[in-house]
């Protein structure tokens, strides 16, 4: 029998519902309500890029505009309802799920090793036992107040001094936590000082975290292949996740679909049988602009396929060729992405200064999406800290050239 089909348009809407995108960005967004608003999405990423604004801010942002970084920082730091550590890259999430990771906790105690021996200074081991002891004894410390005497590296962002590694490498084995970040400096301490008790001693074996890691991915994907599934936590294995699906599809608790892409190309996924029958609304036409390090971006392959938007394009604007990466905004509108903008935030002059908007293949900036462009340029430049949008000659770019001829 052939696969239920989903199309293009109805899987655009369900996978942006799930990602909290398929709503107006309105509604309270400190306390309770930010803390359900990231069990939602799942996790935010935590990033150092700030020509705008931190990537995990711009991400509650575009989701909830009354958002303000000091509601999540009172979160993570007075209410510890959220704590930091590693999905795909370094994250915010829920506290609850805490004894979840305590199998990479385990995991990590030999990988990491291993794979930093040869890439990180010489040495780096031998400094775990020191530095619990220096945060065991004098309390919370960054990789600046570690390590006296050891020569910092000047060889870029992992260039770590042996007692940085040791921060890290205990931070990623569960024995010290991030109590908060000064600036984006993270400050460790240790985990029974940071993670409250109830969620540290929670306990579950690797069964019902494979159960737990598939399902609560699904529900938040809408729709994903096992290797999605597996991807998103970062916490079980492909193979545990195939097994996962294969176990569910069996029992019939699963169904599979083809997903239809942009272009008309289909891929299977499982999902809930429910799923089938959803019929979520048309997200609003507002624009919004989004932080690179977007949840529902993550995933390249899967952005592609859905909405056509291929995260790098290497193009001529003009000689030489220019990639558009972490830098640059996608901007979404609807259920569809319909460009990229590279605006940076001046604070000092009081602007925001946008340098170039480059509408996808096919689209099109009239002059009632630019006003609407405008607008959320002014909203966004607020957020920033910025008392006006500043338009610099050239902005408006020619089409990316499409990726899909």
């Not at 029974?192 to 069964?207: G, K, N, T, W, Y």
Request: charged share 30%; proline share 6%; glycine share 8%.
């Amino acid at each position: 029998m052939a696969l239920p089909l989903i199309p293009n348009a109805v899987a655009r809407r369900i996978f942006l519902q799930r990602h909290a995108l398929g709503e107006q960005p309105s509604g309270p967004a400190q306390g309770k309500a930010l803390a359900v608003l990231i069990d939602r999405i799942g996790f935010v990423q935590v990033d150092s890029i700030n020509t705008v604004e931190r990537a995990h801010h711009m991400i509650l942002w575009s989701r909830r505009q009354t958002y303000q970084p000091q509601a999540l920082k009172r979160l993570l730091e007075r209410d510890r309802a959220l704590w930091e550590h590693w999905t795909h890259d370094a994250s915010i999430l829920p506290v609850a799920l805490y004894g979840h990771w305590k199998h990479r906790f385990n995991r990590d105690r030999t990988r990491l090793v291993e794979r930093w021996t040869g890439w990180q200074r010489k040495g780096f081991h031998e400094k775990f036992d020191e530095v619990l002891a220096r945060v065991q004894d004098h309390g919370p410390v960054t990789s600046a107040e570690v390590g006296e005497g050891e020569v910092r590296g000047k060889g870029g962002w992992w260039d770590w001094h042996p007692s940085k590694a040791a921060l890290e490498y205990l931070w990623r084995v569960g024995e010290l936590s991030v109590t908060r970040r000064d600036g984006f400096r993270k400050v460790y301490d240790l985990t029974e000082r940071v993670i409250p008790e109830a969620s540290r001693l929670s306990v579950h074996d690797q069964d019902e975290t494979v159960n737990w890691a598939s399902a609560s991915a699904l529900d938040r994907l809408g729709f994903a292949t096992s290797g999605e599934l597996a991807a998103y936590w970062g916490l079980i294995s492909p193979e545990d996740a195939k097994r996962w699906c294969r176990a569910e599809l069996a029992a019939g608790r699963l169904v599979e679909a083809e997903v239809e892409g942009h272009d008309g190309r289909r891929r299977v996924c499982v999902l809930w049988p429910a799923t089938l029958a959803e019929t979520p609304p048309d997200p609003p036409t507002r624009l919004r602009i989004l932080s690179p390090f977007d949840p529902a971006l993550r995933d390249r392959k899967r952005a592609e396929h859905l909405f056509g938007f291929r995260y790098r394009i290497e193009v001529f604007v003009p000689e030489p060729k220019r990639t558009f990466g972490y830098y640059v905004f996608p901007v979404l509108e609807g259920a569809r992405l319909i460009g990229r903008i590279d605006a940076k935030a001046f604070r000092d002059a009081g602007a925001l200064r946008v340098a170039a908007f480059w509408p996808e293949p096919g689209q099109r900036i009239g002059r009632s999406r630019q006003t609407r462009l405008e607008t959320e340029l002014s909203r966004l430049a607020r957020f920033a800290g910025c008392d006006s949008v500043e338009l610099l000659p050239g902005w408006e770019r020619a089409s990316i050239p499409n990726p899909h001829p």
